[in-house]
């Protein structure tokens, strides 16, 4: 099964749920470059710094994923119930 990623925009998506996942990227890059300055730090202090880092990005990302969660499921849920005249015909 293909996996879809949260992050790519898809069409329909409003400016909040844009703008949320363009943070996520940003992010996701952040997080990336920290754990590339882990990898490369020898000293005690710097290692300290890139861990508080790392913890503090990856909090980012999972409030940052909870809000495009929530923004999509109640997308879903407005369209299902015909919020905005495209609802579905019963």
Known sequence: MRRISPIRPRQGDG?????????????????NHAYAAFDYTSDPELTESCIFEIRALQS?????LRQIKELETCAKTAVTAGVGGRGRWT
């Open 60 to 64: 980012r990302m999972n409030y940052l």
């Open 15 to 31: 400016p909040a749920l844009l703008e949320l996942k363009t943070s996520l990227q940003t992010t996701q890059d952040a997080l």
